[in-house]
């Protein structure tokens, strides 16, 4: 038995995990995490975590499973480490992932070093990911598989870490819930970004950063076809929302190319400028503990939804370069590049499967 | 279990528990006027006169509510709208901004949706007002006050206020001065008629009786404006039938607090400050916050016998919490919050504490059933939760 600390965001995965943890004998204790000092100003209603409502529900939850429930203040590490660090990224022309920031600084970290120091072994959360053997596998769950925003942590965080859920499906981790019977066990998903109320995020960036007009430019002729407000309100393959008034002399379909932050500059051009037959990253972390021996075979994952690719990797001046098996699309400085080693890689159709584990995980810093 | 949260609500005694089962067996309301109804009428005037009796006030006096939070709600609310409407120049309320939620939130209510201003009265580093300072705040404009409130004894530090020479100083003026006695009953002498206020508010379940049984004293010169309407109960003060059981027990527990006041002060002091040597033992840097306790206030002590108000450097008193709860002792961080955020404490940083020092406390207080074994139990486990909290502290920081 080890002494846990059950992260509990009021929704249903985090209520069964901590379920878990007490049924596999732990001595445990719920603790949500208060993100914002006014609460009501992140998501309101009964889409994801930190309102007050989400308190209530994780407290109903620790209620029946008869452990103690606290609420920890963790506002000011969540708005430097998450909320700003994602405000500067944005600036500075790059995609970043909150959630996984959020695991990084504040969930296995913040919280964890203090969950430690305060005689905690472990903290428990309900991401879909299994650790065996102090390796970060896949949930079984492929649809809701969460090891791609764990795979920044370190071997040391997650030697002080436990998911519960990792051999579960959602309907069984629902059933779960019902069987217990948690309010929670109909609460729907969430999706967005927990400080963007409305799920608006240009709208939210616009209003933080404010208005920083640029010319949209034509890669191919190098016209200025368009005026923005805001190179931030762009993303690389995206098409909808250009608005742009003259079409193509092809004809053909448009896509964001590539963002200029220092001058403003949104490039746009036809689809098979988004290809990308090499991808390199840095701050690189092997979260087994293990450096495997470079160059190697690999799935990889460039997004936290899809974006999987089979490819080879290399580990050259401690940045990892990906050659995908074919060229890829809709990759962004900024976003996460995860590596996976298993069974089946020399297939070059090889999809994401339950046996793959996460072998280095690196910050996108460009493409080619 | 070590209950050391005796001033957020305190065990129910045995012959509370009693008296008001009895009474919870007997049909009436206290209106009716058959003979049921006037069985009922009698236990709540029978009860309206023991508790009149033991606070040093008259029965008429007496004005029965849901506890601490509407007395403090009437009072303030209800004598600053008929002080506006006699006079529509008396918008000022004075108040310290070391006062319990339930007066400051109706200040600032009064302040946001009808027009009140408010000139927030200073204290010192103990908490305590001043009656000069009572008296400067009055000086600017004594015309456009509408009402004067300080309370007897504060809830978090336990300073006692000079609360009959404050009421002086209003009445100078002819000003209306109400006093929060929800902390003071049982451990202070409080005597309505001596105090010299015109309205006090009170409790049970701060001394033994049931939660959501109060009483607000009011004078009957003291003009009142209704917060609740219907049917014209209490003086037509506060409408809503009386509910005859709480009211049994609310006087049981009022009378049993004033019997016992003088010895049970006498031990929690012994005891209080047994703790606070116990705890320097093991945690020497701990501050005690408030008055010492060592002087005299109106008759009584300048702080309450059942409070210790500890600062422990370097510690977040959320932590401390924890792992004293998980060693079985429960107390305080100071107020809770609805989302249970603990921000720190209005009345620490109103004495002039720093939100580092604000964060870093815990208040015990003792009460009826506390004992010697429940002062060994904290000395045992301060010393491992100082220790733990400290590193919790400082991992928190490496990540700031």
């Known amino acids: 038995m080890s002494r846990v600390l059950a992260a509990m965001s009021g929704g249903v995965d985090s209520a069964v995990a901590a379920a878990l943890a007490v049924e596999a004998g732990h001595e445990v204790t719920g603790v949500h995490m208060a993100l914002s000092r006014t609460p009501g100003t992140l998501r309101t209603g009964s889409r994801g975590c930190c309102t007050v409502e989400d308190a209530f529900d994780a407290r109903r939850v620790c209620d029946l499973l ?31 992932n909150p959630c996984l920031r959020c695991n990084e600084k504040i969930k296995f970290a913040a919280l964890l070093d203090r969950a430690v120091a305060l005689g905690f072994d472990a903290v428990a959360t309900g991401h879909y990911a299994r650790l065996i053997d102090g390796t970060l596998y896949r949930g079984v769950d492929l649809a809701k598989d969460q090891s791609y925003v764990l795979a920044v942590l370190t071997s040391e965080q997650l030697a002080h870490s436990m998911f519960p859920l990792g051999g579960l499906t959602k309907p069984q981790v629902r059933e779960q819930a019902a069987r217990r019977g948690f309010a929670v066990a109909g609460k729907p998903d969430s999706y967005d970004i927990c400080f963007i109320p409305d799920g608006d995020t240009h709208g939210y960036l616009v209003d933080k950063l404010g208005s920083r007009p640029g010319p949209v430019v034509d890669v191919t002729t190098g016209e200025t076809l368009a005026e923005h407000d805001g190179f931030f309100a762009y993303t690389i393959g995206q098409r909808k929302g250009l608005r742009l008034e003259r079409p193509a002399p092809d004809g053909r379909p448009r896509y964001v190319l590539g963002i200029e932050p220092v001058t403003g500059t949104v490039t746009v051009g036809p689809a098979s400028g988004l290809d990308v037959r090499m991808v390199v990253a840095d701050r690189v972390v092997f979260p087994g503990g293990r450096r495997p021996d470079f160059p190697l075979r690999v799935q990889a994952q460039l997004r936290a939804h899809g974006g999987t690719v089979g490819g080879s990797a290399d580990l050259v001046d401690a940045t990892l370069r990906l050659s995908p098996d074919s060229p890829t699309r809709g990759v962004a400085p900024g976003q996460t590049l995860v590596l996976y080693g298993g069974a089946g890689l020399d297939e070059t159709a090889a999809g994401p499967s339950a046996d793959q584990f996460v072998i280095a995980a690196g910050t996108i810093v460009r493409t080619g | 279990m070590t209950y050391l949260d005796h001033a957020a609500t305190t065990p129910v005694l045995p012959a509370v528990i009693a008296a008001m089962s009895q009474a919870m067996t007997l049909t009436g309301n206290a209106s009716s006027l058959h003979t049921s109804g006037r069985a009922a009428r009698r236990r709540v005037e029978e009860s309206r006169e023991a508790i009149a009796a033991a606070l040093g006030a008259r029965p008429s006096e007496v004005v029965f509510t849901s506890g601490g939070t509407e007395s403090d709600n009437l009072a303030v609310a209800g004598i600053y709208r008929a002080r506006v409407a006699a006079d529509p120049r008396r918008t000022r309320i004075l108040a310290p901004a070391i006062e319990h939620h339930a007066v400051l939130d109706v200040i600032e209510h009064l302040v946001a949706a009808e027009g009140a201003a408010v000139t927030w009265l200073e204290v010192d580093d103990f908490g305590r007002v001043h009656a000069d300072t009572l008296a400067a705040a009055i000086a600017e404009n004594p015309a456009d006050v509408a009402l004067v409130t300080v309370m007897w004894a504060n809830n978090e530090v336990g300073t006692v206020n000079p609360v009959r020479e404050l009421a002086e100083v209003a009445h100078t ?9 929800v902390q ?14 015109d309205a006090l508010t ?7 009786g049931p939660t959501g049984a109060g009483l607000l004293l009011a004078r009957r010169d003291t003009p009142i404006t209704p917060v609740l309407f219907g049917g014209n109960q209490e003086r037509a003060i506060r409408s809503g039938t009386l509910d005859v059981a709480g ?38 840097d701990v501050a005690l916050t408030g008055d010492p306790g060592a002087g005299l206030m109106d008759g009584g002590p300048s702080r309450l ?22 060693a079985g002792i429960e107390c305080s961080t100071g107020s809770a919050c609805t989302a249970g955020v603990a921000r720190p404490s209005h009345v620490l940083l109103a004495m002039g504490l720093s939100e580092n020092a604000a964060r870093a406390s815990l208040r015990f207080s ?8 429940d002062v060994t139990a904290v000395a045992d ?4 939760a100082v220790q733990r909290s400290r590193r919790a502290a400082l991992a928190g920081a490496r990540w700031r």
């Open chain 2, 366 to 373: 003792l009460g009826h059933t506390s004992t010697a074994s």
């Open chain 2, 381 to 384: 486990a301060i010393g491992p």
């Open chain 2, 184 to 197: 003071a009953l049982g451990q202070l002498p409080v005597d309505f008629t001596h105090c010299g206020a």
């Open chain 2, 305 to 326: 016998p059942g409070n210790a108000h500890l600062r422990f450097p370097g510690c977040e008193g959320d932590s401390l919490l924890m792992l004293l709860d998980a």
């Open chain 2, 247 to 284: 009211i049994v027990g609310l006087a049981v527990a009022v009378q049993d607090a004033v019997d016992h006041r003088a010895e049970r002060a006498a031990s929690l002091a012994a005891l209080r400050d047994e703790l606070i040597r116990a705890v320097r033992v093991r945690v020497p």
């Open chain 2, 173 to 181: 003026h002819g000003l209306p001065f109400h006093t929060d006695a």
């Open chain 2, 202 to 208: 009170v409790t049970g379940h701060k001394v033994g």
């Open chain 1, 66 to 96: 008869g452990i103690p429930y606290y609420v920890w203040d963790l506002s000011e590490d969540f708005l430097d480490d998450v909320v700003l660090d994602f405000l500067a990224e944005y600036a500075a022309g790059r995609t970043p």
